[in-house]
Each structure stands twice: as C-alpha cells, then as structure tokens.
C-alpha cells in the first residue's frame, strides 16, 4: 500500500503545481482560526480524499481541509491523517518549501507516512520501521546521523522567544530554518540533529514527518519525554516537541 499512497500523494502534489505555476495571483482565503488556505490546498484534499476512499473505504480519513466533529472520530483507532499542502504559508511566499503529508494511524502510532515535497519532485515515506528518500527516480534508505556541531532544523515562519532561550543554553551547533514538515525529513535522512519544536502545531501537521523520522531512528518527543500521541483528541494540537537521535 506504500507505493500506491506515494503514488496519491504524487497526484495531489501536480495539483499543487498547477496553482502554484500558474501566474495568475493566489486567492488567499483564511479559515476561523486565521491560518491560510488557497485554492492549491482544496484541490490536493480532493484527489486525496477520492484516492484513499477507493483505496482504502473501511479507513475514515482525517484531512485539514475536512476535519470529522469529535462525536465522530472520537472512537477511531485506524484513520488516515492529512495535510493536503503543510506549509501553506511558503506555498504563498513561493520558496517551495512545502509539501503533501499522508499518515496511517493505528492506536495512536503512525504507523506509515509519506510526505512529498512537489517543487523538488522528493519524496519521503515509512513503514515497518524503514524509511525511503526517493529522489530523480532513485529509492535509498534513509537513517539518522550524528555530527558534530549538530545542524538545528527550525521552523521559517514560527520563530518565539522560547525556541530562541532554547538554542542560546544548546552550545555550539548550526541552524537552518526551514518550511513545513521537511524539518523531519532532514533529520530524517542525516543532514540534521535536532528539530525542537515549542510553537503551536496540529496533529496533521506531524504526522507523516513522525513516521519518517521514526523509521529513520529519531525520537519524538514532549518535553515532558512522552512521544506523540495520535490518538483522537478533541483539540487538534500537539504539545511542543523535538526530533533528536537520543
């Protein structure tokens, strides 16, 4: 099933790229709780949505753009969970540092991810615990590397005082901010050490970098130690988190 949702998420990033190569300006539209949406992200839930309910029917589907109300999810144990286009803020900047998330949860674990980044045509996904980077038509596994000063992988657009208090008491590393959830990938596949994450995010917006990065062999975890929990939750939120190797 793998290679059938790399296959999907491939799909909804060409719809992506239709809007995003058009030269017409973006009709930028914000939901209720302020965050941006276009026209790009509505066109990648729908091939997503239409895919996985061929695919897979019995899997009720959890989609940013379509959220099910609590009474209806609040029993589930195996859902799909999707951002059709996380980084929907530097899919408007035009930096191309966005991408299509596809996760399967099982009892709170996700359990496969496929996160594909359209601009650069690369693609991330897991499961069984091994984890691909697929890139200019070649499949290699990917794994967790130390360095030493480690690379810090930040957010582009969510930078607080916290993560700043944070990396000033670290020692010595590097940093490198970047967009959406390629911030797993790259911890995922070597090139960084840590990701820490105190700023808010939803559970869409982890999922299918969490199963990267934890194929790969990093941890996920609150600051209180416990790993992401996916288990329905009334609030969509995640607590803040880092990716590391230990």
Not at 101 to 126: S, T
Request: hydrophobic share 40%.
């Amino acid at each position: 099933m793998l290679e059938q949702i790399s296959r999907l998420a491939r799909e909804a990033g060409e719809a992506i790229m239709v809007v995003y190569q058009d030269d017409k300006p973006l009709n930028v539209e914000h939901k209720s709780d302020d965050s941006p949406v276009t026209a790009a992200d509505l066109a990648a839930h729908q091939v997503i949505r239409d895919g996985l309910a061929k695919l897979t029917p019995e899997i009720p589907l959890l989609s940013e753009e379509d959220p099910p109300s609590w009474a209806i999810r609040q029993h589930w144990q195996r859902y799909w969970l999707v951002d059709p286009l996380d980084g929907t803020k530097e899919f408007i900047s035009r930096n191309g540092e966005f991408t299509v998330n596809i996760a399967l949860i099982e009892n709170g674990v996700p359990v496969m991810g496929v996160v594909y980044a359209p601009v650069n045509d690369a693609l991330y996904c897991a499961e069984r615990g091994k984890a691909w980077k697929e890139e200019h038509g070649v499949r290699e596994q990917i794994h967790v590397s130390n360095a030493n000063p480690p690379l810090v992988v930040v957010s582009r657009s969510h930078a607080d005082d916290e993560l700043r208090d944070y990396l000033a008491q670290l020692g010595e590393h590097q940093t490198v901010a970047v967009g959406s959830s390629l911030k797993f990938c790259l911890v995922a596949e070597g090139k960084a050490q840590l990701y820490p994450r105190f700023g808010p995010t939803n559970v869409w917006d982890t999922a299918a970098g969490h199963a990267v990065a934890l194929a790969a062999g990093a941890q996920i975890h609150d600051w209180q130690g416990k790993t992401l929990d996916y288990t329905p939750a009334e609030s969509f939120l995640n607590p803040g988190f880092r990716v590391s190797l230990f």
